[in-house]
């Protein structure tokens, strides 16, 4: 595959990615991001944990090189890059808030990310998982293709600019990238609580 241009990425990946950070983002309306709401789920949820994982399974190609629809294999492929070691130790700031995320932290059985776990579960048995498209999850999932996003700009175009050139995330910030002072070097890095696991 040839190469993405930093315009290709921004007008393909970025925005898409922002126009689901809205669609979430729209859900505090009803349901205040915090550690007590977690375990909320609804078809909104699902809904919009479906479509952040399928676009998560797009962008894990890309980053991979690799089209085999296999979670497991794009996990090994990013952690064999060691320009993405750190993906798997960054926090994730919900700006504003006084909690964080780990999104590529936790791995369950089968070597899968737990988020992408239950996506899986409901995806192919909603009746018996329905309960596992839950706040926590979408927020992870999303987590984790803004951090994926994040990195391939930094690996890829460089560290020019606050966060990404044009509109930045309403909603998350990096840790570690800010404190190594890579691509988020102009907000201040700051010790949030973690979520409860």
Known sequence: MAKMTKE????????QYLFLENKVMNLETYIYFCKKNLSVNSYEIMNLLFSVCSELDTFFKIVCDD???DIVKYRKSIESKSEYDDIFKERINIIGRDVNLKPFYRICERDYFYWWKGYNKVKHNRVMHFRKANLDKLLNSLAALYTLEVYYYKNNFGTEGFNMPGKSSKLFKTTLLIKKGGILSELEYETVDEWDE
Not at 8 to 15: D, H, Q, R, S, T
């Open 67 to 69: 089209k085999s629809d």
């Open 8 to 15: 290709e990425f921004l007008n393909y990946y970025w925005k």
